[in-house]
């Protein structure tokens, strides 16, 4: 019987985990499973790492080669690097395969075509490296694969390929920066039958985002997996819990293209027909099957497991095609209480810039740095955070230096994802996924605050995130003493999105919540579009999600008032909950298209906005909660007040001292036709964003007109002064909850001249805004009683 550890080749079926340093990782882990379990795996055999070992030797690559990697002066120097490794691998690839490793590779080629029964097989060969996959020290992905080869004499070329990938440059820097010499790595060439995927995947027993080991993560995409590694397509994401077998989270992406095979070799990129692109790529059925299979492979390795699958086009079977430990929970010592609960950041409304899939756990603050293209990296410097479409292994030396990182594209299972888990930096991805590219809205020297516990991106440097301190006092209380704020005519309100941060915020004081965002109970809690639950037959989950999301925020504050504006989303924020495609337009310009009051009458909507007035009538009725008030958003025409609010009194909900309807004042005609508006609503909420955008005409999305972008820009502040004559002439009030208020203290004492009954702030300006309003109100006071009275811009300047 032929030894093996001289064996050139050997088979699966004859391999174990503990062949590591026989013939690497992966392939010492396919024949893991091959050999011990029944666990489905196409067959194949693996070059060993002798035979490896016995090529650089015989053909004197290897003293070419450490003279070649000791000429690198600086590692970090791309050009250098690059340089250096191409010589390497052009090394290996001129020098000639000794003929009895040549022949014995085509042999086990042909062996494998008669145990399968086909003639000249299309295998796939993937490196596996005697270093790579080990609990220490990940490898993965730092060598080349080779999909759909046939022929024995390809076979052959294939596997020496393989060991010249051990030397590009991003294989060679990794191993650099991990310590190891070269000369101590060796690797295996992996020739697997080849799945014909109808689509692949990636999976973890435990979530790499987290560490939570109760569950099992499954991404998967169209076609051949490479493109879930490579991040060029964002994956369909699926979330198992392990004890009771059913999936608990599934996020559908657009997947509009795949890497598939070619019927006489290689492979080939191919657009995906629309119908199929927003489909899932496996069915629940086979992630329950997919989630059994990841469940027996830990057991059976004793560890967390990353694996990889694809599902055959032709017989719909899902075969494993590679399982390795996980290397970065498997080493952390967590904390069982506290695994599946992630403290959410300890954030008031700063601005999120961008969301996404929260893939390498942390938080960091740094200068952005977008790179569109690896040939610039050498332009990323030390502590800057990194903003790409998506990383390969040719980013890692810019990845080494990055604070954070953020991509457009990928999964939990992606380039970036896998790398800085290991790398311990904190890591965002397919952030175009969630609505928003990150390339689209962060520029190079932006300064950000990556939360990557919860996927999101803050504008500046957030430091109730970045360096938790001591929280400051709450309600009112200041190094122990209690802090006075006078009584004032103006009220001081607050706006809230997040429900869970109500009772934290309940002990500022606030006069109220001047608007409370119906859109982030949408995102956060329902995540599905109101008329595909319709249709689904599960109209019931947006009535009671809602409520019990508006409730938090209202028992939180009563008795003071709470005014929820309904969902103000565009199309393209709709489209992005689940089942939305089926219902939404795609708008060029959605800022001004079907959004707010419009929908609400639409018989293409109306369904889904009565589920709103029921939310609200089970909070106020069934709950008993009176302090709740509605405000409609982006009301364009008189007889559009007139049709949603006659809809409201269809649905028992009727104007009456305890029950207030505003309406928000962001659109010219608002202002223009207030005398009109008036008899539908009790007062009204300015918007100062839109209203800015729609009075000076600059889109406030756009970044090229954003200097010209001011709410305190003179047409606005006469638009202001206008709307609270002619509403207080009937009766009505008049507040604010734009940002302007929050950020400019002179336009707050401009409100307050004009007598404005209340502006709404962001949580952290309660308290400056009250010593503000009553320093102002206390000069208005001043003024009059020396004979100089308030700027009025309404009798002369309108």
Request: negative net charge; hydrophobic residues 40%; contains cysteine.
């Amino acid at each position: 019987m032929e030894n093996r550890n001289t064996a050139h080749v050997l088979w699966f079926d004859d391999l174990h985990r503990s062949d590591v340093e026989l013939v690497g990782g992966k392939s010492s882990s396919l024949g893991e499973l091959t050999s011990s379990t029944n666990i489905p795996v196409p067959y194949g055999f693996a070059t060993t790492a002798h035979a490896y070992r016995y090529f650089m030797d015989t053909t004197g690559a290897n003293d070419k080669i450490k003279e070649l990697l000791d000429s690198i002066q600086d590692y970090e120097d791309s050009d250098e690097l690059h340089q250096v490794c191409t010589k390497i691998r052009k090394t290996i690839t001129d020098a000639k395969m000794p003929a009895d490793l040549a022949e014995n590779i085509k042999q086990a080629y042909s062996e494998l075509a008669d145990k399968v029964g086909q003639e000249n097989p299309f295998v796939a060969i993937r490196s596996s490296a005697t270093a790579e996959d080990l609990p220490d020290a990940s490898f993965a992905g730092q060598q080349d694969s080779y999909l759909n080869i046939r022929g024995g004499d390809d076979v052959v070329q294939k596997v020496k390929e393989c060991y010249a990938s051990l030397f590009t440059e991003r294989a060679t820097y990794y191993r650099h920066k991990q310590g190891f010499p070269h000369e101590k790595v060796a690797l295996s060439a992996t020739v697997q039958m080849m799945v014909f995927s109808k689509a692949s995947g990636i999976m973890f027993s435990v979530n790499v985002g987290t560490g939570d080991d109760t569950k099992v993560i499954i991404d998967s995409i169209w076609g051949l997996g490479e493109y879930i590694v490579q991040g060029t397509v964002t994956p369909d994401d699926f979330v198992v819990d392990k004890a009771s077998m059913k999936i608990v989270s599934k996020d559908i992406n657009k997947k509009d293209i795949e890497l598939t095979r070619l019927p006489d070799g290689g492979v080939v990129e191919r657009d995906i027909p629309a119908e199929q692109a927003s489909q899932p790529s496996i069915t629940d059925e086979q992630v329950i099957e997919l989630a059994g299979y990841a469940k027996e492979i830990e057991q059976h390795y004793g560890c967390y497991m990353d694996m990889e699958f694809a599902l055959d086009q032709n017989t719909n079977k899902l075969w494993l095609v590679q399982a390795r430990p996980e290397t970065v929970w498997s080493q952390k010592n967590k904390d069982k209480s506290a695994k599946t609960d992630d403290v959410k950041a300890n954030v008031t409304d700063a601005e999120v810039v961008v969301r996404g899939l929260a893939a390498s756990p942390g938080v960091a603050s740094g200068k952005v740095h977008v790179i569109a293209d690896p040939k610039n990296i050498d332009e990323f410097k030390e502590g800057e955070v990194l903003v790409t479409t998506m990383t390969s292994p040719d980013w890692v030396p810019a990845m080494k230096k990055a604070k954070a990182i953020i991509t457009n594209n990928g999964g939990m299972t992606c380039h970036a994802a896998i790398v800085s888990r290991e790398m311990q930096i904190p890591c965002i991805v397919g952030t175009t996924s969630r609505g928003v590219a990150a390339m689209d809205v962060l520029h190079t020297g932006d300064t950000v605050t990556v939360d990557a516990k919860n996927g999101i991106v803050y504008a500046g440097e957030i430091q109730a995130i970045i360096a938790p301190a001591k929280e400051a006092p709450q309600s009112g209380e200041i190094a122990g003493n209690a802090e006075y704020f006078a009584p004032t005519a103006t009220q001081v309100m607050m706006n809230l999105g997040d429900p869970s941060l109500a009772d934290k915020y309940s002990k500022l004081p606030a006069d109220g919540i001047g608007l409370m965002r119906e859109e982030f109970i949408w995102t956060s809690y329902i995540h599905e579009h109101p008329l595909y639950l319709i249709d689904q037959g599960h109209p019931e989950k947006v009535i009671n999600m809602l409520a019990e999301g508006i409730s938090q925020v209202v028992w939180a504050m009563a008795p003071r008032p709470v005014v929820l504006r309904f969902s103000d989303f565009k199309s393209s924020e709709y489209r992005n909950l689940k089942g939305g495609d089926q219902y939404e337009p795609h708008e060029s310009a959605d800022l001004l298209g079907w959004r707010g009051a419009s929908r609400y009458y639409d018989p293409k909507y109306i369904e889904a906005f009565k589920l709103e007035l029921e939310a609200v009538k089970k909070v106020r009725n069934e709950f008993g909660l009176k302090n709740l008030n509605v405000m409609i958003p982006f009301i364009r025409t008189v007889p559009e007040a007139q049709k949603v609010t006659n809809i409201m009194a269809e649905a028992g909900l009727v104007r009456s001292a305890d029950f207030k309807v505003y309406m928000m004042a962001e659109i010219p005609s608002n202002i223009i036709l207030a005398d009109q508006f008036n008899q539908f609503i009790d007062g009204y909420s300015i918007g100062s964003n839109d209203l800015t955008m729609l009075l000076l005409g600059c889109d406030r999305n756009n970044d090229t007109v954003a200097e010209l972008f001011d709410e305190r820009n003179l047409a606005v502040k006469r638009a202001i002064a206008h709307l609270i004559k002619v509403a207080h002439r009937d009766g009505k009030t008049v507040s604010i909850c734009g940002q302007t208020p929050s950020e400019y203290p002179d336009f707050t004492n401009f409100l307050v001249q004009q007598g404005i009954d209340y502006v709404s702030v962001n949580p952290d300006m309660v308290k400056a805004t009250k010593h503000n309003v009553a320093h102002f109100e206390q000069r208005i006071i001043l003024d009059n009683a020396t004979g100089h009275g308030r700027q009025d811009l309404t009798e002369y300047d309108w």
